[in-house]
């Protein structure tokens, strides 16, 4: 039996410059969260798939693990 491998190519996520962890939330005008992740191309994904971006401000990320904020350009 042989099993093909799928060619996937998976991005890679920043990370806080601070704490090295990979998730961060925006905040929306009503202060609601959204956790999301940033890719290697700084693309903003919601962590769940049925969730959107919309309404939420993406100029500024805040670190779920520290007290880190800023912007996607700031990530490693």
């Not at 991005?11 to 962890?21: A, E, F, G, R």
């Not at 940033?38 to 049925?50: G, L, M, R």
Request: charged share 25%.
């Amino acid at each position: 039996m042989v099993f093909e491998r799928r060619n996937e190519t998976k991005m890679k996520n920043l990370l806080c410059p601070q704490c090295k962890i990979r998730r961060f939330y925006l905040l929306n005008a009503a202060g609601e969260r959204l956790v999301v992740t940033v890719t290697e191309d700084k693309q903003i994904h919601p962590i769940h798939e049925n969730e959107s971006l919309d309404g939420f401000d993406t100029s500024l990320l805040y670190c779920l693990g520290c007290s880190w904020k800023g912007s996607v350009n700031n990530l490693t």
